[in-house]
């Protein structure tokens, strides 16, 4: 009888592990996009997107590698008024309700800097995130422990995913950052090696001349 209750406790743990699970992975993050891209210098790059009055948008945005780490950004409405504007940002979040509907222009501008390449990552999520259980805001019942256990799943994967984000971007910056250095201290080392190179072959030829001897000029016309 025992083990027909351990095997029921297992079999009652197992479904509810499986149903947690499954509700997990019901649910999908809100709509977005998510671009990493080259930004030369002296350039501006623009993107468009077409929202419906109401809908709320967030841009989030970080220079990952180039120059000083900072970038130019602004969005425009329809009606090209700037509801967003920021100079020389290395990182952002411009989060936004949309007043009128229509596209939606949000550029990165580069064109204060003559010669640094940018590597520019963005990520654009449009519209609200849906609620996780039906009904969950028009209802007046506490949640069961299933569905407590399922919001707290979910809030936790959100955050996984956004630490996520965040530590690939600080692993793509670190690793520009040490790539430059090392190109650095690759170019000083050659340097010091060839004026190393130079001042030894000085030294040999200055001490080379205090030991050579002079030999005297030829004698006088004879009488």
Sequence with gaps: MRDGMRGGMRGGMRGLVLGLVLCALRVGPAGGTELTFELPDSHRQCFHQELGRGLKFTLDYQVITGGHYDVDCYVEDPNGRTIYKETKKQYDSFPHRAEVEGVYTFCFSNEFSTFSHKTIYFDFQVGDEPP????????????????????????ALNTVIDSQTHYRLREAQDRSRAEDLNGRVSYWSVGETLILFVVSIGQVMLLKSFFTEKRPGSGGAGT
């Design 132 to 155: 996780i259980l039906p009904d969950m805001s028009n209802r007046v019942t506490a949640l069961t422990q299933m569905e407590s256990a399922c919001v707290t799943i979910h809030e």
